[in-house]
């Protein structure tokens, strides 16, 4: 980090003394699973350095914001629409929790056997680590799983700024209303938080700038399918983490840079990986900063990730915002339709996510698929049944895995991947 | 060329040496606090001029020793196939690990199954519960089916617990055959749960050092109805199957 911070974080009242352990930890395994990879993109850079800024210049921008009467709005899933947090000049933050800090403390208000994600974002806060968490005016949970369901109760009995959306768990003409209803609630809480109206000019430019980010995100996605896979999976995932708490309109930009490289690199033929090394997919729980445990694994085992069938990846970008609206109403309508697109698995039945992961398989042309479940992650957990019996009636590789932010079966998970590889490789020379 | 391969497991370190001729010889020590040495052992009573190393521990050769390396799931279905070339299943039970592979015609692996973290259904299991029960691991299973089982069993899913399980059981004056045959169809049990997910196919080859274990394996042929081989040395089969690729 460039300067020093700590007045800032003593401000927001953070543990110094664990903060700064986790720091170091963070540095330490940046720099090992990331710096050390090989032929990255030069545009890579500013993604190092908002990793490097990530508790750091990006708080201070956050505090600025604040003083000039913006508010703070944290998230944890890609259901709660960004475009109304922008509408009303909010900052729309995606709080991490990829990481194993305060398990003991967090299973002082939840049960150990809780998924790492959850753990993690409680553990966190316990803990005084997270400037995010501190900074946010409002932290928005959603009822997507039983477990962050009943966890956000706790979650607000220690932050007190939770609010929670109701997001249905089927797609009929009652659930569609009933989450339109919702996302109207939101934009009331929106404009009452903040004392800013809602217009159609200010909802059409946020949703301007959401699109253009989504684009981008698209765009990146595209540029994988290339054998030469002109980035790795890591840099990708690490991306697509970025995107949920940098400025949207700088990211985008910088993304766009980045992929201008890319499509050089595609036409001259330059990749991070020798040209037919093993494509894999992953698909399945959201990947929170900095859970880069099994792209580590694999991409250190000689393949590469092509994509991520992930609320950190695809699911968080496919579908666009149609703008083409004439009132307020009008808008949040549409973006009650867009959200009601997403594939995640606490819908039923979910087939979309089925269909959507084939066709993914084709255009990124990847060899094989593994789907990543964190333990205690039940939609996930049961819904790579369904993912592998379709994969497997097309003799596709597939590989399941259900892990957390241990490194305890790190032996394991390397068997297990490599000797997926083997597969894939045997296929591939048959 | 003299080929050999290295299959550096948890409990122990096995080596198979494949001479020119063809003539196959076998190597095994206690991989203990020191795999390096011990390999630098079982290198030093027959030198080859290629290694692949396998298992666990394949990774400290790839640094050290600049071997190919292999998974001990590729090698030991390719170590299976060589000796019983009807294979289309393996079944591993190696030290801390098990697993089942289901193998192409062409006796490439088509998928894999491997248990989770804990050791139930693992050699290291058995091994623990033998010693619970006062038996030599080799002699452990040379019970058979006993007479009167007694109809008990083990429900314990956690190794510790399981111990505990068997040492109530002792303490009860149950005659240790039948804990023996409860334990060993427990890991029947876990080790089928297995083979569900994949596609068993004829023939079966058991693998590991397990495989030695008789009840075992009129164990697993009762609740598969398939046909079981078991190779005189099952527990080199991965060593083997590294030496030949
Ligand atoms: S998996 Fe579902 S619940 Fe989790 S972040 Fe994605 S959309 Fe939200
Ligand atoms: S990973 Fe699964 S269990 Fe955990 S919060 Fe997300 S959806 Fe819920």
């Known amino acids: ?430 | 060329m003299k080929r050999a391969g290295l299959d550096i497991g948890s409990r122990f370190i096995k080596y198979a040496v494949i001479d020119k001729d063809g003539a196959v010889s076998f190597y095994k020590k206690e991989t203990g606090h020191n795999p390096m040495s011990v390999c630098e052992e079982l290198f030093d009573s027959d030198r080859a001029d290629r290694l692949t190393a396998t298992g666990y521990g394949r990774h400290l050769m790839e640094i050290s020793g600049n071997a190919n390396t292999i998974t001990e799931i590729k090698a030991v279905a390719r170590g299976a196939r060589e000796v019983f070339p009807c294979c289309r299943t393996v079944i591993d039970i190696g030290g801390q690990d098990t697993k089942v592979i289901s193998l192409k015609q062409d006796g490439g692996v088509q998928s894999f199954e491997m248990n989770d973290r804990c050791a139930a259904g693992t050699g290291r299991f058995l091994e623990i519960m033998a010693k619970a029960l006062g038996y030599d691991i080799r002699e452990f299973g040379r019970d058979g089916y006993p007479s009167d089982n007694s109809n008990i069993s083990i429900n314990s899913m956690c190794t510790v617990f399981a111990e505990s399980e068997v040492i109530g059981l002792i303490n009860k004056g149950i005659k240790r055959e039948a804990i023996s045959y409860a334990l060993h169809s427990s890991v029947t049990q876990k080790v089928t749960a297995l083979t569900k997910r994949i596609d068993v196919k004829d023939d079966i080859v058991f693998a590991g050092g397990c495989a030695l274990n008789g009840t075992l394996v009129d164990m697993f042929k009762d609740t598969l109805q398939k046909n079981i081989h078991v190779h005189e040395t099952p527990d080199m089969l991965a060593a083997l199957g590294a030496a030949l690729y």
């Open chain 1, 1 to 430: 980090m460039s300067k020093d911070y700590t007045t800032m974080w003593k401000e927001l009242g953070l543990n110094l003394q664990a903060h700064d352990g986790l720091l170091s930890v963070l540095t330490n395994a940046y720099k090992n699973i990331y710096l050390s990879q090989k032929n990255r993109p030069a545009a890579m850079d500013y993604f190092d350095f908002v990793i490097s800024e990530v508790h750091g210049l990006r708080i201070e921008e956050l505090l600025e914001a604040k003083k000039a009467n913006k508010k703070i709005i944290g998230t944890f899933c890609i259901f709660v629409p960004e475009e109304l947090i922008l509408a009303v000049n909010g900052v729309c933050i995606g709080l991490c929790s990829g990481a194993e800090v305060g398990s003991d403390s967090a299973e002082t208000h939840i049960p150990r056997n809780t998924c790492a994600l959850i753990k993690s974002f409680m553990g966190f806060k316990l803990s005084g680590l997270c400037p995010y968490v501190e900074s946010a005016d409002l932290i928005v949970g959603e009822t997507t799983c039983d477990g962050k369901k009943k966890a956000y109760e706790a979650f607000n009995e220690i932050t007190g700024k939770v609010y929670v959306m109701e997001v249905p768990h089927k797609k009929d003409d009652s659930d569609r209303f009933l989450w339109k209803e919702e996302v109207e609630k939101f934009a009331d809480k929106l404009t009452e938080l903040s004392s800013e109206k809602i217009t159609v000019e200010k909802l059409k430019e946020s949703i301007r700038i959401v699109n253009e980010k989504r684009l981008a995100l698209q765009r990146l996605s595209k540029l994988r399918a290339a054998d030469h896979a002109p980035i790795s999976g890591l840099d990708a995932l690490l991306i697509n983490q970025i995107s949920f708490f940098d400025n949207p309109v700088r990211f985008t930009a910088k993304l766009n840079e980045l992929c201008d490289e890319l499509d050089k690199r595609v036409k001259s033929g330059v990749g991070v990986a020798p040209k037919g090394s093993p494509r894999v997919m992953i698909a399945g729980s959201p990947m929170a900063i900095p859970n880069w445990k099994l792209h580590a694994v694999i991409e250190g085992s000689g393949a590469v990730v092509v994509g991520e069938e992930s609320c950190v990846g695809e699911r968080n970008y496919r579908t666009l915002l149609d703008t083409n609206f004439s009132t307020v109403e009008g808008g949040i309508e549409a973006i009650a339709e867009r959200y009601m697109t997403i594939d995640c698995a606490c819908f039923t039945p979910n087939t979309e996510r089925l269909d959507n992961l084939e066709e993914m398989m084709k255009t990124l042309n990847a060899n094989g698929i593994i789907h990543y479940a964190l333990l205690f992650c039940t939609l996930y957990m049961m819904e790579s049944y369904k993912v592998q019996s379709v994969f497997k009636e097309k003799d596709m590789p597939f590989l399941r895995i259900e892990t957390d932010y241990s490194l305890e079966d790190m032996g394991q998970l390397k068997t297990r991947v490599e000797a997926f590889l083997e597969v894939i490789r045997e296929g591939n020379s048959n």
